[in-house]
């Protein structure tokens, strides 16, 4: 099976991890950090993509629905269809922060924040 951009849909979290992150304009927000998994039902919660701050310092890390990243073979990277203003906006933690209880919350918070129709119900 593929995906909208035609890709499979298996793909290893080591390969996604620090890949580049775009929005719909072709700017760089930055990059995928980590993939948050939820072992007990067997899903992807969220990626978390870093953006913000300059060599390390002041990084924010905002939880986005997997399904919202895009693969672009045009940029080596993925792209979201939101727009800075959205993103700078976005639900943003500590990358610790966002694992912590288990992760339902914080999940549910990004997909209501950026209208993406849950995978859950």
Request: charged share 25%; no cysteine.
């Amino acid at each position: 099976m593929s995906t909208q951009s035609g890709h499979t849909t298996a793909i290893r979290a080591s390969r996604t991890i620090g890949t580049s992150v775009y929005n719909t304009a072709g700017d760089k927000i930055g990059k995928v950090e980590d993939v948050v998994l939820d072992k007990t039902d067997n899903t992807v919660l969220f990626a978390v993509v870093g953006f913000g701050g300059f060599m390390g310092m002041g990084e924010k890390y905002h939880p986005v629905p997997w399904s919202s990243l895009n693969f672009s073979e045009e940029r080596d990277g993925y792209v979201v269809p939101f727009t800075e203003d959205q993103l700078k906006a976005a639900p943003a933690n500590d990358i610790d922060e966002l694992t912590r209880n288990d992760g339902h919350a914080i999940r549910d918070s990004a997909y209501s924040y950026y209208k993406v129709k849950p995978y859950w119900m």
